[in-house]
């Protein structure tokens, strides 16, 4: 297999294990895979396709090594970039190295804008300064890698689940070629979805630990308006004005049910976060490392 051979011209001198994780293919790449198969590599064949965000999770789980790479298998990342990225890591102490395809070899209308754009806008919206979201090629320290919260089709936000927890990221440019194998599923049609990933990412990242200041900040100036409005009526009113057919009225009203109705959602998103951080032992904090000072000889330990 040309993937085999370029991940061990690429890894040669270096220890190393390879997954491959096949998401329910059925042009025989299962068999490919499994007759190049070398000792200490394995394969995850699904059951069926569940999608690019669930096989990176499953790889990272089965996963040993002290450092994970991802990569598409369709060779346009270059595992050359591999060990190059492995020095950006180490030398700039990161805990993730992303690829930019700077320089990209993709459709120009379908591919390239519709991803210049999206990349635009989550950079916007995150504060992650990262040029190429979509860039499977990407090396993490295994502890930033298995902290990842992995789900539906978030693999485009690893970067923004990866700043969630702390993790230092830092960006370097990749080669990227012409695709020779298989046909891309991707396209502008999933623009929508990725709106909708964006908006659920910049709530995780303002507000995943702290849902009332934004359903709170809602239903405070819903209700501030809504009493307004519903104050100048009851004024005009008392002065024998009838109210009960405007539609000022009902605006009123309204305002003040999304007020109760944002903020009994924050009191339930308080209660779900406080309840997932307990259940599942984690913290709301990240430590990268504790410092202890040392004791001079001789000298005894105060508290």
């Given at each position: 297999m040309a993937l085999t051979r370029a991940l061990e011209t690429a890894l040669d001198g270096l220890t190393y294990e390879i997954l491959f994780v096949d998401d329910g293919s059925t042009d025989g790449t299962v068999q490919k895979v499994r007759d190049a198969l070398q000792p200490g590599w394995r394969l995850l064949v699904f059951r069926r396709n569940f999608g690019q965000t669930s096989a990176i999770a499953a790889g990272i789980a089965a996963a040993n090594g002290e450092y994970i790479i991802t990569m598409d298998g369709d060779l346009q990342n270059d595992p050359s970039d591999i060990p190059m990225m492995l020095e950006t890591l180490k030398v700039q102490e990161a805990d993730v190295v992303v690829g930019w395809r700077k320089n990209r070899y993709d459709d120009l209308f379908l591919r390239k804008v519709p991803s210049v754009l999206?990349?635009?806008?989550?950079?916007?919206?995150?504060?992650?300064?990262?040029?190429?979201?979509?860039?499977?090629?990407?090396?993490?320290?295994?502890?930033?890698?298995?902290?990842?919260?992995?789900?539906?089709?978030?693999?485009?936000?690893?970067?923004?689940?990866?700043?969630?927890?702390?993790?230092?990221?830092?960006?370097?440019?990749?080669?990227?070629?012409?695709?020779?194998?298989?046909?891309?599923?991707?396209?502008?049609?999933?623009?929508?979805?990725?709106?909708?990933?964006?908006?659920?990412?910049?709530?995780?990242?303002?507000?995943?630990?702290?849902?009332?200041h934004l359903f709170g900040a809602v239903s405070l100036v819903s209700f501030m308006l809504g009493s307004i409005i519903l104050g100048y009526l009851t004024i005009l009113n008392l002065m024998g004005e009838p109210?009960?057919?405007?539609?000022?009225?009902?605006?009123?009203?309204?305002?003040?049910?999304?007020?109760?109705?944002?903020?009994?959602?924050?009191?339930?998103?308080?209660?779900?976060?406080?309840?997932?951080?307990?259940?599942?032992?984690?913290?709301?904090?990240?430590?990268?490392?504790?410092?202890?000072?040392?004791?001079?000889?001789?000298?005894?330990?105060?508290?």
């Open positions: 999206a990349n635009i806008l989550i950079r916007k919206m995150t504060g992650v300064k990262v040029h190429d979201y979509g860039c499977t090629l990407k090396l993490f320290t295994s502890e930033t890698a298995k902290d990842l919260d992995l789900y539906g089709e978030l693999h485009r936000f690893v970067p923004v689940l990866a700043r969630l927890t702390g993790a230092k990221i830092v960006e370097v440019e990749v080669t990227h070629h012409p695709r020779r194998y298989g046909r891309s599923k991707y396209g502008i049609g999933r623009t929508l979805r990725v709106l909708s990933d964006l908006f659920l990412m910049y709530f995780f990242l303002e507000y995943r630990q702290k849902p009332m109210i009960g057919t405007r539609p000022l009225f009902f605006l009123g009203l309204l305002l003040i049910i999304i007020a109760v109705q944002f903020i009994t959602a924050g009191f339930i998103s308080e209660q779900l976060m406080r309840t997932y951080f307990e259940s599942s032992n984690k913290p709301p904090y990240a430590i990268r490392e504790i410092i202890e000072g040392e004791a001079e000889p001789g000298s005894k330990a105060k508290c």
